[in-house]
């Protein structure tokens, strides 16, 4: 038994985790989707949890069974989310809406999430019966073998295997693990007949290629009627190269990247830095594709760099492009940020330091190519602390360039407060900003003059054939009119300045996509309504809840869990932030922080099984446990104020690897204490309370996806959240220590 509890957590890890990246593949990689997706897993798994709790004969075979539905369905779900554009007839590169993709996660997760999260408890009801009660030891094998889990399909089968085969693996294990229970256990002849059966059959359809062909299959459906070139995972993420008209398109995640030839928008990206300063000898673009810095080639430009992060997105660039080859061109693999970030820094050090950046400069220019930002990642290139990390590198008088989607002649106040939160963010590094309103606006900032004149611009350019076809375009975005109307909006606009640590302009570029959606409009009313407000409501319905709990202990330590697994999905949100923010976006390593944090997780199980043992009181021990979440909450603000506060620089940036490995885990290990120690808190009077806590927790967790990701962290900022969570802990710990208080006078 102890086998199939640990390849249960193994595979229900790996299964979140391909299930994941399909939605992100098939829908849309941002946060609020993942917060949605990762809701409804959290929640049907805590029905499943709370259904499983109520068998209370033969758990050990109905648990066998409900793995054996997980592994039966969870290839089925992935061929569902490949087909579910095809099937509500959602264009190539366009993204679905919140509510179609909550209803379609919780259609498709249904029979994988239910059925996993049945295993848990009937597992714990089965140790029951065989051995002393241990369901503190189920919790730490289940963790374990998540932990290996997530680490072995981040590292390895992303890697080697598409979503479909690395499902299709998955569930053979949980086939071949049945099968050896069933032939060890002498179980009855149909049984050890059905197993070798769907052994042999999933075997051989891996054999003959068919979770392959089918894959593919689904893809060319989804992009009908283009014809599709490639389409591959990487490390980062799904690239696509479909084909219609002579014009190849690029999709990251199935979203739109960028076309060639795109001669209008490419020439324009190029054109408008080199109106500013057409002597530029070193230019730096950033995303947009190669074509752009192919046009900026047609000036005198020395030398001309394109960084790609994803060095499969570059072979594909290569290989289907089809653009011309020049020699001013480079192309560099690394993050983009990372590659700027050490530029700025000196030879054989990892300090950014300002007596550094005389050596640093090297670009004349630095051309950012994005959309307005509406995930955390994409905001990282919009924010002040990048802006600060590109003036290190521009030599005297050089600029940096954002083009992003805007509007000519109207903006409502999510779009506008966006760009105005970019555009502050901008004035508050740079001595100069200009703009150039437009279907695709450009800031221009410099710490030496800039021109808003653009006919004068236009007049003095000595630029020849594509670029000429773009004047009188630029002519009608720059009339000084616009300009003063454009500037005036962002300038009049109450949005703050957009950091790293509090990402303004993703938080009012999501709301701006989501009133693209008639059924989101009235939730993006009322949050502009709220906003801050929000928080404090948070604060007092928890307060509220904890004094209604009462006397009552099973309340109250429903209460202490729910609020422990808001915290923790939180802690490994935070974490995983900033650690992007200093190191770049590797989803590999997210899953490394990710196996960090369920070893923790594991190892606190494990110890909370121990103590009972050797302690006495266990509503003592919770009430520890509980402070600790608390301090954890603070220490986690105050390690990453230290790591972001330029005076501890050179001191945290040595320590930084060591402390963003051991974080994940010392967040972990007192949510896997309190486990075991909130089981036996109950007396151990229900055998469904394992599955009850265990259901309770998930949906902590679920709130916390969903609140976390979407709200707390883009508005309220890195530390607000963890005030935020410092203040809830605080609430729960109140509500244990007082219930305890009256215990101990009664």
Known sequence: ???????????????????????????????????????????????????GSRFRDRPLIYALGAQFVFAVSLPLVIILINYAKTAFGIPEGAAASPLLTLGVSFLLLAPCCFFAGAVFPLYCRAAEISVRPMPGRVYSLEAAGTALGGLVTSLFMIRVFSALEAAWIISFLVFLAAAVNIFIRGGKPAARIAAVFFLLLWLSAFIYNIPSRIERRLVEMRYA?????????????????????????????????????????????????????????????????????????????????????????????????????????????????????????????????????????????????????????????????????????????????????????????????????????????????????????????????????????????????????????????????????????????????????????????????????????????????????????????????????GRKKNRMLGFFVAVTGFSGILFQLLIMIVFQIHFGYLFYRMGLLITLFMTGLAAGSFAGDKILFFRKL?????????????????????????????????????????????LPFLAAFPIGLRFPVALFTLDGKSHGSPGRIYAVELAGSAAGAVIGGIYMIPLLGIFGSCFLLAALNFIALSGLFSYNLRSSVS
């Open 225 to 549: 009627p283009r014809k599709v070139l490639f389409s591959a995972d990487s490390i980062y993420g799904n690239i696509t190269v479909t084909e219609y008209n002579e014009q190849r398109t690029f999709l990251t995640d199935g979203l739109y990247a960028f076309s060639v030839p795109d001669s209008l928008n490419a020439a324009l990206a190029a054109y408008v830095p080199l109106l500013q300063r057409p002597a530029a000898q070193k230019m730096l673009f950033v995303g947009g594709g190669p074509e752009p810095a192919v046009f900026a080639a047609d000036y005198p430009v020395g030398e001309i760099v394109c960084v790609e992060q994803d060095a499969l997105l570059a072979e594909t660039i290569a290989r289907f492009a089809r653009i011309p080859r020049r020699e001013a061109v480079k192309i560099i693999l690394d993050d983009p940020r990372v590659h700027i970030k050490n530029s700025a820094a000196p030879v054989g050090g990892l300090s950014a330091a300002p007596e550094a950046d005389a050596d640093a400069a090297e670009y004349d220019c630095v051309v950012v190519n994005a959309a307005v930002p509406a995930s955390i990642r994409a905001n990282s290139y919009y924010t002040r602390d990048f802006f600060a990390e590109v003036k290190r590198v521009l030599k005297p008088g050089g600029i940096l360039v954002l083009g992003t989607g805007a509007s000519g002649d109207y903006m409502n106040r999510a779009l506008t407060m966006a760009l105005s939160s970019v555009y502050k963010s901008l004035k508050d590094v740079f001595d100069e900003v200009a703009v150039l309103p437009g279907a695709r606006a450009f800031f221009i900032a410099s710490d030496e003059s800039l021109s808003s004149d653009w006919r004068a611009l236009l007049a003095e350019s000595t630029a020849s054939g594509a670029f000429r076809m773009l004047d009188s375009g630029i002519e009608s975005d720059g009339d000084p009119a616009r300009v003063k109307w454009f500037t005036g909006a962002l300038e009049k606009s109450p949005a703050g300045i957009n950091s790293d640590y509090r990402p303004l302009a993703y938080y009012y570029g999501l709301i701006n996509w989501l009133e693209h959606f008639s059924v989101t409009r009235p939730v993006t009313s009322f949050v502009f309504a709220g906003e801050r407000k929000a928080a404090y409501g948070l604060i007092i319905a928890a307060f509220l809840f904890m004094l209604a709990a």
């Open 1 to 51: 038994m102890t086998l199939n509890i640990f390849i249960y957590g193994f595979t229900v890890m790996s299964g979140q985790v391909l299930i994941l990246r399909s939605f992100f593949t098939v829908f849309y990689g941002n946060e609020l989707f993942a917060g949605l997706v990762l809701a409804s897993w959290l929640l049907l798994t805590s029905a499943g949890a709370f259904a």
């Open 618 to 662: 266990p509503m003592r021990r919770l009430i520890e446990i509980q402070s600790a979440i608390f301090i954890l909450s603070l220490f986690l603000a105050f390690f990453f104020w230290l790591a972001a506060y330029p005076a501890f620089a050179c001191f945290m940036r040595p320590l930084m690897p060591a402390g963003f490995i051991a």
